[in-house]
């Protein structure tokens, strides 16, 4: 009552009424947002939301994921793919941003046990490795153990996978192929999408080799890990490479072929790695020319050129960080990118290329030759060697997660970790 007379009272002075209204209204609208507070945070998250892809609705306009003629089998060619995938985005508008960037991690295993007592738990570490790199860098990731086609197995099992995921994800622009036995041990590092603009297919490998030498190697390119557009280009391009695989009555006759061509193809079946090659010099203008060969940085190193260099490797990164406090800080794990950003002129300034043995770690390690399910391995290496060198760069990877949640392992042949100090090292 007391503060309706002594409003009263101020109103009646001319003067003051017009901010005598503005601030009853003042109130008022207080009144109301503190009234309609919880509808507005609904508004505003929302809005939030409704930034990202919308995955809570399908709109009923038809898309091939309607014809029933449509196969995720390599035996039914995929015709149109740009413009079906094309059409899908324009009926899921919401995915249009950040289409470019979208990346699917596709990787796998054979899908019975292993014969190796350790294999399979190799395996899970090796897996673990890809989903630590992808849930760091926000890409989504699909592991299959299953052959789509029965006789498109080891190697082969691939393509068919490849096809059926860019069926499955038209939302994103490019499926990473990593094999099982290769691991991320540069967790900082992203491929630069943007060099690869005009390009299909991107594979660490060496143009001379593949275009100049007149004696061909199996060996000019390693199609253990690669990305592939998804597109129509692959699409085609899957269909004639899977042609030269086990599910055709050709494959023997490519068997001849790629043994005949390749001089220093000991094993006399048709790969996936040799028919690569093979498409892209024979017809360069169709495939070859769409193939990125990156040899900057090492989209795959081969393990042996790794070997025995992860120790100083690490000690060359804790003396960068010795002199750096920005790096010491310790921080939420989804800021790694941006640290790992802050890194970067540390090591130009320290001269660190990205070849090996130039104090780098390498982007990615292949352990070509050492097969962790049957316990196989070349007979060129020695001994343990595959194993023991598989567990260093394993933990060496795992060091760079860790270190986020407070843990490492001071040795890299160890599975125990110690605590990391504040301001560390
Ligand atoms: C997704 O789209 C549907 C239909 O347009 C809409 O009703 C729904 O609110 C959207 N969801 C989000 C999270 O934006
Ligand atoms: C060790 O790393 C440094 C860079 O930190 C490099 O200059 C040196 O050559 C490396 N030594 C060996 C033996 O790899």
Same mark, same amino acid.
């Given at each position: 009552m007391a503060k309706v007379t002594l409003r009263k009272k101020a109103?009646?002075?001319?003067?003051?009424?017009?901010?005598?209204?503005?601030?009853?209204?003042?109130?008022?609208?207080?009144?109301?947002?503190?009234?309609?507070?919880?509808?507005?945070?609904?508004?505003?998250?929302?809005?939030?939301?409704?930034?990202?892809?919308?995955?809570? &609705?399908?709109?009923?306009?038809?898309?091939?994921?309607?014809?029933?003629?449509l196969s995720y089998s390599i035996e039914e060619p995929m015709k149109n793919w740009d413009d079906k995938r094309k059409q899908w985005l324009r009926v899921h508008p919401s995915f249009a941003a950040g289409l470019q960037e979208r990346i699917l991690i596709v990787t796998g295993s054979q899908p019975s046990v292993c014969k190796n007592p350790a294999g399979d738990h190799l395996l899970l570490r090796l897996f673990k490795n890809k989903v630590d790199y992808a849930r760091l860098h926000g890409y989504e990731i699909l592991y299959n153990n299953a052959y789509l086609h029965p006789k498109m197995d080891s190697y082969w099992a691939k393509i068919p996978i490849i096809r059926a995921a860019m069926i499955a994800h038209p939302e994103v622009e490019w499926i990473w192929w990593i094999d099982s036995d290769a691991l991320f041990t540069d967790m900082e590092f992203k491929p630069p999408l943007e060099r690869y603009k005009n390009h299909k297919f991107v594979v660490h490998g060496w143009p001379n080799l593949i275009y100049e030498n007149k004696a061909k190697s199996?060996?000019?390119?390693?199609?253990?890990?690669?990305?592939?557009?998804?597109?129509?280009?692959?699409?085609?391009?899957?269909?004639?490479?899977?042609?030269?695989?086990?599910?055709?009555?050709?494959?023997?006759?490519?068997?001849? #072929?790629?043994?005949?061509?390749?001089?220093?193809?000991?094993?006399?079946?048709?790969?996936?790695?040799?028919?690569?090659?093979?498409?892209?010099?024979?017809?360069?203008?169709?495939?070859?020319?769409?193939?990125?060969?990156?040899?900057?940085?090492?989209?795959?190193?081969?393990?042996?050129?790794?070997?025995?260099?992860?120790?100083? #490797?690490?000690?060359?990164?804790?003396? #960068?960080?010795?002199?750096?406090?920005?790096?010491?800080?310790? &921080?939420?794990?989804?800021?790694?990118?941006?640290?790992?950003?802050?890194?970067?002129?540390?090591?130009?300034?320290?001269?660190?290329?990205?070849?090996?043995?130039?104090?780098?770690?390498?982007?990615?390690?292949h352990f070509t030759g050492c097969q962790p399910c049957s316990g196989n391995h070349n007979p060129s290496y020695k001994g343990n060697e595959c194993w023991t060198e598989m567990e260093k760069a394993l933990n060496f990877a795992d060091n760079q997660v860790l270190r986020n949640y407070g843990f490492l392992h001071k040795d890299l042949l160890s599975s125990s970790v110690h605590p990391v100090l504040f301001d560390y090292p």
């Open positions: 109103c009646s002075c001319f003067s003051d009424r017009f901010l005598c209204i503005v601030g009853a209204l003042t109130a008022l609208l207080l009144i109301w947002v503190f009234l309609y507070s919880s509808r507005l945070n609904l508004l505003f998250f929302g809005f939030k939301t409704s930034i990202g892809p919308n995955t809570s &609705h399908d709109p009923p306009e038809k898309t091939f994921y309607d014809d029933p003629d199996w060996t000019s390119l390693n199609a253990g890990v690669f990305l592939i557009r998804n597109c129509q280009w692959s699409m085609d391009f899957m269909d004639v490479w899977s042609k030269m695989g086990p599910w055709t009555p050709e494959y023997e006759k490519w068997a001849k #072929i790629l043994t005949s061509t390749f001089y220093d193809k000991t094993f006399p079946v048709s790969d996936d790695q040799s028919a690569l090659i093979y498409l892209m010099f024979t017809d360069r203008k169709k495939w070859g020319e769409k193939v990125y060969l990156e040899g900057e940085y090492y989209l795959e190193a081969y393990w042996k050129g790794v070997e025995g260099t992860l120790d100083n #490797i690490t000690k060359g990164y804790m003396k #960068i960080e010795e002199g750096a406090t920005s790096l010491r800080r310790r &921080h939420a794990e989804k800021l790694s990118n941006w640290y790992g950003a802050l890194r970067e002129p540390y090591l130009k300034a320290k001269g660190f290329g990205f070849g090996l043995g130039t104090g780098r770690r390498p982007f990615i390690t």
